[in-house]
């Protein structure tokens, strides 16, 4: 139901660009791949998500879509969590956001979070995507560990 | 933070083709075009919203990606209010959404729901989004009204 | 993490007062007797939880507390999928609520609701709680099986 | 909807017992005096809120009810706000809850959280609730000011 099996297969560093750094799987996911690209990399322990907001991400009122920040918001929580899905398949069992903030084409919109429960079957995970240091989302979800790969 | 504003715009009827009877407001939200279009019909007093799966909606796993889902749900939180929004412009503060089953490329995506409770400035909807009769997503949301057109 | 354990132990029919007909569990969960007792009863398949509002089910505001609806949810996951709960223990893994409107001490407060998806080892569950037909709360949240009694 | 009211009734200072320098508003909140009474604190500018699990707060299982524990998160999103809340009446929009993990009869059971977003008249709180460093309930809600007292 989600685009965590992604995050498994591997993501690719990028070399160049702005997202020089990072790490993507661009590729391997139709949707976040038509919604983002999406970017994380991990510093200190943090992960941290990361996408530049672009005109074709706002709705009419000419600020970020809750659609947008929601698809983003389920990959975080798998980005979140990389380390609990090591060769693990896994799917969303819910999620949850309420919206704080706008953001406009050219932002940078970052998302960070912690794993706050990690079970046997189930991973709980909280975060907050923001741009500039303005918060936009909280969220919290569940994840499900279906099976190893 | 949401497409709730296009409502407001006016849809277009669809004269032709699949969506033939169906309203949409394709050309006046970046995102919902970019991950829809969608449509929406009003019968018997019950608002449906549906769209086709494709292959850009799917994840890694070859199943709709639950950021599409919860677009759709974020777009159909607009459609089942829309009487409620008439010359109003409006955001999403909050959307909830539990992980029922999968879509594949090929299938017809449709929710409906009900307006549970409309206050001066607050709204509540809840609805479920679902496929040949298969529960995919239960979401609910409060909309937030901010201002006349 | 809830009550859920309870309604496996068998429900006793009430057969005199206000309740008679109804189904409780009372002196089997402190925390439901303290706030309650709640009971239920499945009428042509729906199943309908209730409880008389009492002077202590309330805030200083003099409407029933969000808490009190909130563990009145709680319960009612568990009512509402009582048929998937036989023989079986479970816990609430999470539970989200909408405030609609309040109760005031002396109402009737009841809830309904459906299981959306009943999978191997997670149920779905959402529900309305009302007073007189006036809504107060909009409730889903996902229940895990933990083991066979 | 909620308890939210009391707060602005001045909490009392706790000066003997457990709870010396903690502050309460016992005595102003029905429900609250019977699930709790719940205790706060602010300490470098952080709100701690507080109970101890007593049997009576316990499900048939023997671990905290998921409805005492939404009860006080209920209450937290109200001391974590409290600032933001002064001379203001307010009530509990939603709240949403992931439960991480039990509390037994004993333990003291603790909260804290942020303010995410701070608006004209909707409030955004998250926040967590632990006993011993040990994870319970991820909570987040969104409280709306109704009116200066």
Redesign the interface.
């Known amino acids: 139901?989600?685009?965590?099996?992604?995050i498994l297969?591997g993501p690719k560093l990028v070399t160049e660009g702005e997202w020089a750094g990072w790490r993507t799987?661009s590729g391997?996911?139709?949707?976040?791949d038509?919604?983002g690209p999406f970017y994380y990399r991990e510093e200190n322990g943090v992960v941290r998500s990361a996408f530049r907001a672009e005109?074709?991400?706002?709705?009419?009122?000419g600020?970020?879509?809750?659609?947008?920040?929601?698809?983003?918001?389920?990959?975080s929580l798998f980005t979140i969590a990389w380390r609990e899905l090591t060769d693990m398949?896994a799917?969303?069992?819910?999620?949850?956001?309420?919206?704080?903030?706008?953001a406009k084409a050219g932002d940078l919109v970052e998302s960070t979070g912690e794993v706050?429960?990690a079970g046997g079957?189930?991973l709980?995970v909280?975060g907050?995507i923001s741009t500039g240091g303005a918060?936009m989302l909280?969220f919290?979800g569940?994840i499900?560990k279906i099976r190893p790969r």
């Open positions: 139901m989600d685009g965590g099996n992604e297969s799987w391997l996911d139709a949707f976040e038509q919604t005109p074709r991400h706002m709705n009419g009122g600020f970020m879509h809750g659609g947008c920040m929601m698809t983003f918001a389920d990959y398949r799917v969303t069992v819910s999620l949850n956001g309420e919206f704080l903030g706008p706050t429960k079957s189930l709980f909280r907050l918060p909280n919290s569940v499900k």
